[in-house]
């Protein structure tokens, strides 16, 4: 694990001491847009995008490209889930530049590129560079851009549910998504009974509004369920011991567990959940967090039993 400086790849861990134990996540430094008429725009074959299977903000943009039909557009590369010294590394050498390391394309795009290295990248083959390196982003370009090429028009973020999905998404993200790492990566007592708690209060929130609603924004599925569904499912496997986030399972609330299991259960998804590189890669990668580097042999929840979500329809 490590980072960029001007360039130069430093190994090093996560910097907790300068925010008394609290991990704080670094913003993503590419943002730019795919668009028609703009510097990037919306072509069939043009975009690579990298990704590793462990990674619950990779994982959204890989189910978003599976429901928006982009699969034969957008070609994928998948990094090795044990992210070591070098960072994220190909097992075979990805196929545009033969690079093994990824912080490789980080200084293709920018030779002297400062920050972290991290998954998804959406790559312009083109240019040869990072178009957008947040998941954010990636899943709204993802959701229309590509449309007129694709012809499915299912709308993720729909204009009339807007405010609903900016409103949840900030607090799952805070809270959930980002509230296992500040979680698992505290290293105070403080930080880390902060952290948990401020995570449970939101699941207990969750596991209320999922009693009255099919889906977090309402009767419809949008980009705010598949937000938070990347870290419900790895959440019994790998967050609850590995991270420390063990007041209750997702399994122990009834809601929140029939949600994971529909959402796991939609035509495409159990295709892009990959359980043997979830827990590779977490338990493997975090030897300062398990140094005998053991992997736990179970994989949580019973994902296939019928999801009963129907009768909120
Ligand atoms: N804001 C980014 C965060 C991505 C991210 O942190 N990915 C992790 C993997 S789960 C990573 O690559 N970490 C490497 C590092 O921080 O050095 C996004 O949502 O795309």
Not at 254 to 281: C, M, S
Request: proline share 5%.
């Amino acid at each position: 694990m490590g980072r960029l400086v001007e360039g130069i790849w430093r190994d090093e861990w996560y910097d907790t001491d300068s925010n008394d134990g609290a991990f704080v996540r670094e913003d993503a430094g590419f943002r730019e847009w795919v668009e028609p008429n703009g510097r990037f725009a919306p072509e069939s074959g043009r975009y690579h995008l990298y990704v590793s299977l462990a990674c619950p903000w990779a994982h959204r943009t890989l189910i978003m490209r599976k429901l928006k039909g982009l699969d034969e557009h957008i070609a994928v590369s998948v990094v090795h889930p044990h992210m070591l010294d070098q960072g994220w590394e190909y097992d075979q050498p990805e196929p545009l530049y033969g690079f093994t390391r990824h912080y490789q394309l980080y200084v293709k795009a920018k030779p002297d590129y400062t920050g972290r290295v991290t998954v998804p990248v959406l790559w312009d083959k083109q240019d040869a560079t990072i178009v957008n390196n947040e998941s954010a982003d990636i899943l709204r370009i993802f959701n229309s851009a590509f449309n007129e090429l694709t012809g499915n028009t299912d709308d993720y973020y729909p204009s009339d549910f807007r405010e609903d999905i900016d409103r949840i998404n900030a607090r799952v993200y805070d809270e959930v998504n980002n509230g296992v790492y500040k979680s698992g990566f505290a290293t105070s007592q403080k930080a880390y009974e902060k952290a948990c708690s401020t995570l449970f209060a939101a699941l207990d929130w969750l596991e209320e509004l999922l009693g009255e609603r099919r889906y977090l924004a309402g009767k419809r599925i949008t980009e705010a369920d598949w937000r938070l569904f990347t870290t419900l499912v790895r959440f019994d496997p790998v967050y609850h011991g590995h991270f420390k986030c063990n007041i209750r399972r997702i399994e122990d609330y009834p809601n929140l567990a029939g949600y994971t299991r529909e959402l796991f259960q939609w035509p495409g998804v159990a295709d892009t959940v990959d359980f043997h590189h979830i827990k590779q890669h977490y338990y493997y990668s975090h030897d300062m967090i398990n140094p005998p580097r053991i992997v736990p042999l179970g994989e949580g929840m019973d994902l296939q039993r019928p999801h009963g979500r129907d009768k909120l329809r």
